[in-house]
């Protein structure tokens, strides 16, 4: 049996397989769960001239947690429901473990899904809305109220058994959504924005035990939000989409670190990445009046004058010599150790407004905070600066 006070600090050594109709160790579960491939994985929407998924290549390891994450409209939830079968796929395929899923029905691709709505029956006790499917599944009584027993204690959901959704919080509802899922033993979990319908504090407390839960289950799951700040803390992996194209696939902290264009570095981290252009002068790239040091072989592959260049804001530091690149600071936000500075580069206002110029965001010392109005040198280590080519927008640092 599942033991356990919350689902975020599990105990409990047991997990029911309904495939096998036996008990296995929590750790084990990946034993039986499987890989998800797609391979060149298009959707069409009739009436539409371009794709709104366009030759997907991904590959999701066994047990795996990956995020897919971009801006409204990128396709990522299209992806996910291909994936669930609920969309057509119109080219390429989608695989489960070893099977071609992509024309099985989204009953028979041993999938489980949890909604961003949670999708709860309004007129059912949560007993009765975790373990629906498994009624359907013609799984007998006395199974499934073990099953769902054994839910709810790993969820914290035992007292709540004879509510309906209604009497529940947002986050309790998220949590039956979740037991639903679980009581069915997928092969692979989808979710679908499961966070977004929550308060902020409930939601960053929500993510940390979601992504403990599916590391103690090591159930495969395929996670799908807008918000990159979520993505970053979740995943093993994330996949960065935009206008139905697989920008970069990478563990959290190579896509920070290491952007391979433009779009993905100005998308991901927060606040996010500073993007200027820069001309190509001897010895570096120049920024206002200050040339940053960037080697020869960089910017050979610069393929023009200027280059644009990224500086995160933890790497400012404002210069004590009087030698970085100049900005004009609007405001400062302090937020006790640290201060965010925001303002515009040097020289780059076109008219009376700050917000004119090219923005700038610097986060610095919380003793050092300058007023409002001035402006101050800021200090860059070239190794912190990410240089791409202006025209294509690839990485070339």
Not at 103 to 110: E, S
Not at 334 to 354: C, H, I, P, R, V
Request: contains cysteine; charged residues 20%; negative net charge.
């Amino acid at each position: 049996m599942v033991d356990g006070t919350n689902w975020g600090g599990l105990t409990a050594p047991l997990f029911y397989n309904g495939s096998s109709g036996t008990y296995l160790p929590v750790e084990r579960m990946c034993a039986v769960m499987a890989t998800v491939s797609f391979r060149e994985a298009t959707r069409i929407y009739p009436g539409s001239d371009h794709p709104a998924v366009d030759k997907l290549n991904l590959e999701i390891g066994d047990g795996e947690f990956m995020v897919l994450v971009g801006p409204s409209g990128c396709g990522k939830s299209t992806s996910l429901r291909m994936l669930a079968g609920l969309e057509e796929i119109n080219n390429g395929s989608v695989w489960i473990g070893d099977r071609d899923v992509t024309d099985l029905p989204p009953k028979d691709r041993d999938i489980a899904m949890v909604f961003q709505n949670y999708a709860l029956y309004p007129h059912m006790t949560v007993e009765d809305n975790m373990g629906f499917a498994l009624k359907m599944q013609g799984v007998n009584k006395e199974d499934r109220q073990k099953r769902v027993m054994e839910a709810a204690k790993l969820l914290g959901l035992e007292e709540y058994l004879g509510r309906k959704p209604k009497a529940l919080s947002g986050g309790q509802r998220q949590r039956v959504a979740m037991g639903r899922a679980i009581v069915r033993d997928p092969q692979v979990f989808l979710m679908d924005e499961p966070l977004s319908n929550l308060d902020a504090k409930l939601r960053v407390q929500t993510r940390t035990q979601i992504a403990a839960l599916q590391q103690r289950l090591g159930v495969t799951t395929v996670y799908v939000t807008h918000d990159q700040v979520e993505a970053m803390t979740m995943g093993d992996r994330v996949a960065v989409l935009k206008d139905g194209i697989l920008q970069q696939v990478d563990a959290p902290l190579n896509l920070y670190d290491k952007p391979v264009n433009i779009f993905v570095a100005g998308f991901i981290g927060s606040p996010a990445m500073n993007l200027m252009e820069a001309k190509v002068v001897d010895g570096g790239v120049q920024v206002t009046d200050f040339v940053i040091p960037i080697a020869r072989e960089v910017l050979g592959n610069a393929g023009g004058d200027t280059v644009t260049i990224g500086i995160r804001p933890e790497a400012f530091e404002i210069a004590a010599d009087e030698k970085g690149v100049q900005m004009d600071v609007a405001t400062a936000e302090e937020t006790g150790a640290d201060a965010f500075l925001y303002g515009t580069l040097a020289g780059s206002n076109s008219g009376d407004s700050l917000d004119s110029g090219v923005q700038i965001v610097a986060r610095v010392s919380g003793r050092q905070v300058p007023g409002h109005g001035v402006q101050v040198r800021l200090h860059v280590p070239p190794d912190q600066v990410h240089v791409f080519n202006t025209t294509t927008t690839e990485r070339i640092s």
